[in-house]
């Protein structure tokens, strides 16, 4: 079967009733490798059922949430749905019994469930966090203690560029001084000479956040780079990239099918990010216009678009809502917008202007149907009308859902 298969849906069997934890009252037919830390992590919410059920229970809900607006597409699967992010993280700390520990926080608490190895997490970027920890006696460097506030190494971030093979590896610490980093760096390299690129990030707040705004390249250029649908993009500490390279290329090709571009089009990449979307639409458009409110991102972003030769996309450090409303007031027209919010939706002034601009067409993706369902309600109460609607299944075994949608006037 092709790694682009589509889930058909079982004919007979309808949604099953949520029990309180949200997952469905029905036969568990459990994963046979099933993840032991399971119940302790709580990262993967619906690893209690077989992976077409998964993808049962997402577009049960997008159909729930979406389908008052328009039929709901057959959802997006993964052909090998494990192993696919290619980012990883990893809290350190020190068990009861006084040894380093590395892992993961436990769901809605700072309790680090120790892990070595995780079914969704690359498998290089695990490796390499082990590493660390056994590192870390020998050069005499301590877990942070968030309690205390002693220690040092608070996280390690690992990106790799499934594309490229390149390995970032960012080191956070509570303070500037890691002792002995040059030898640190080249006891981790002799083990992994995969590593292209380390990263001292220093974070010495008491914040729920991993990365903070000080850093120091130890090793390589301090960044990396990898191949999506075409495009060479760069990738620092701090830019978004999507986790799932596999079902990004799926996710980001629907989009550009949907945006029905002919060349002659302009284009709003609105939440632009480092500019992976708005790149890839610029092959196909007149003029791109990328907005995005961090900075680093959209460095990043113009750095990409000179890699790739890419002459008509332009980037914006701003409030997309505002670049939009002085677009609009100067009388400059977008036949396209394309958004990809956060988790939260986009608010009350983005969405009001985007009317005011007035393009023909919306390609909204989200990573969450709730927020987007109310988002749809705002916009077809103002003239647009939902067209398709297509669930792509980013992040198997958890409960969250992504999906590409048109609207247009």
Same mark, same amino acid.
């Given at each position: 079967m092709?790694?682009?298969?589509r889930?058909?849906?079982?004919?007979?069997?309808?949604?099953?009733?949520?029990?309180?934890?949200?997952?469905?009252?029905?036969?568990?037919?459990?994963?046979?490798?099933?993840?032991?830390?399971?119940?302790k /992590?709580g990262? /993967?919410?619906?690893?209690n059922?077989? !992976?077409?059920?998964?993808? +049962?229970?997402? $577009?049960?809900?997008?159909?729930?949430?979406?389908?008052?607006?328009?039929?709901v597409?057959?959802i997006?699967?993964?052909?090998?749905p494990?192993?696919?992010?290619?980012k990883?993280?990893? *809290?350190?700390?020190?068990?009861?019994?006084g040894?380093?520990?590395?892992?993961?926080?436990?769901?809605?608490?700072h309790?680090i469930?120790?892990?070595? +190895?995780?079914?969704? @997490?690359?498998?290089?970027?695990?490796?390499?966090?082990v %590493?660390?920890?056994?590192?870390?006696?020998s050069?005499r460097?301590?877990?942070?203690?968030? !309690?205390?506030? %002693?220690?040092?190494?608070?996280?390690?971030?690992v990106?790799?560029?499934?594309?490229?093979?390149?390995?970032?590896?960012?080191?956070? %610490?509570? %303070?500037?001084?890691?002792?002995?980093?040059?030898?640190?760096?080249? *006891?981790?390299r002799k083990?992994?000479?995969?590593?292209?690129?380390?990263i001292q990030?220093?974070?010495?707040?008491?914040?729920s956040?991993?990365?903070? @705004?000080?850093?120091?390249?130890?090793f &390589?250029?301090?960044y990396?780079?990898?191949?999506? /649908?075409?495009?060479?993009?760069?990738?620092?500490?701090?830019?978004?990239?999507?986790?799932?390279?596999v079902?990004?290329?799926?996710?980001?090709?629907?989009?550009?099918?949907?945006?029905?571009?002919?060349? =002659?089009?302009t284009v709003?990449?609105?939440? /632009?990010?480092? &500019?992976?979307?708005?790149?890839?639409?610029?092959?196909?458009?007149k003029? #791109?216009i990328g907005?995005?409110l =961090?900075?680093?991102?959209?460095?990043?972003?113009?750095?990409? *678009?000179?890699?790739?030769?890419? $002459?008509?996309?332009?980037?914006?450090?701003a409030?997309?809502?505002?670049f939009?409303?002085?677009?609009?007031?100067?009388?400059?027209? *977008?036949?396209?917008v394309?958004?990809?919010?956060?988790r939260?939706?986009s608010? @009350?002034?983005?969405?009001?202007?985007? #009317?005011?601009l007035?393009?023909?067409?919306?390609?909204?993706?989200?990573? =969450?149907?709730?927020?987007?369902?109310?988002?749809?309600? !705002?916009?077809t109460?103002?003239?647009?009308t939902?067209? +398709?609607?297509?669930?792509?299944?980013?992040?198997?075994?958890?409960n969250?859902?992504?999906?590409?949608?048109?609207?247009?006037?």
């Amino acid at each position: 079967m092709s790694d682009r298969r589509r889930y058909k849906r079982p004919a007979p069997e309808r949604p099953q009733p949520q029990n309180p934890d949200g997952l469905p009252e029905t036969e568990k037919s459990a994963e046979p490798d099933r993840c032991p830390l399971y119940r302790k /992590c709580g990262g /993967c919410q619906l690893q209690n059922m077989a !992976y077409d059920r998964q993808l +049962h229970w997402k $577009q049960s809900l997008c159909e729930r949430l979406l389908g008052k607006f328009h039929s709901v597409e057959p959802i997006l699967g993964m052909e090998k749905p494990y192993h696919y992010r290619n980012k990883v993280q990893a *809290a350190f700390g020190v068990s009861r019994q006084g040894q380093t520990i590395s892992g993961v926080y436990q769901s809605s608490t700072h309790r680090i469930v120790p892990v070595s +190895h995780c079914m969704i @997490e690359d498998e290089t970027a695990d490796a390499i966090i082990v %590493t660390i920890r056994g590192l870390l006696k020998s050069f005499r460097i301590r877990p942070y203690d968030e !309690y205390t506030g %002693t220690g040092l190494l608070r996280h390690v971030l690992v990106k790799r560029g499934f594309s490229s093979g390149q390995v970032m590896v960012v080191l956070v %610490t509570a %303070t500037p001084i890691l002792p002995a980093k040059n030898r640190f760096v080249e *006891a981790l390299r002799k083990i992994h000479p995969e590593i292209t690129t380390v990263i001292q990030n220093v974070n010495g707040k008491f914040t729920s956040l991993v990365l903070g @705004e000080q850093e120091k390249v130890l090793f &390589g250029p301090g960044y990396i780079e990898d191949t999506l /649908c075409g495009c060479v993009f760069r990738i620092s500490a701090k830019s978004f990239y999507q986790i799932n390279p596999v079902q990004t290329e799926k996710l980001y090709g629907r989009a550009i099918e949907l945006a029905a571009l002919t060349g =002659n089009e302009t284009v709003i990449d609105a939440y /632009c990010g480092i &500019g992976t979307i708005g790149l890839i639409a610029a092959r196909h458009a007149k003029k #791109v216009i990328g907005v995005e409110l =961090n900075n680093d991102a959209v460095r990043d972003a113009i750095a990409n *678009a000179r890699r790739n030769g890419i $002459q008509n996309a332009r980037f914006y450090c701003a409030d997309a809502g505002q670049f939009l409303v002085d677009m609009a007031d100067s009388g400059e027209q *977008a036949d396209v917008v394309m958004m990809d919010p956060p988790r939260a939706g986009s608010d @009350e002034a983005f969405l009001s202007s985007i #009317v005011r601009l007035s393009p023909a067409r919306v390609v909204y993706i989200s990573c =969450n149907p709730e927020t987007q369902a109310r988002d749809f309600t !705002y916009l077809t109460r103002s003239g647009y009308t939902v067209r +398709h609607i297509q669930p792509v299944d980013m992040f198997p075994h958890t409960n969250h859902v992504e999906t590409v949608c048109l609207l247009s006037k």
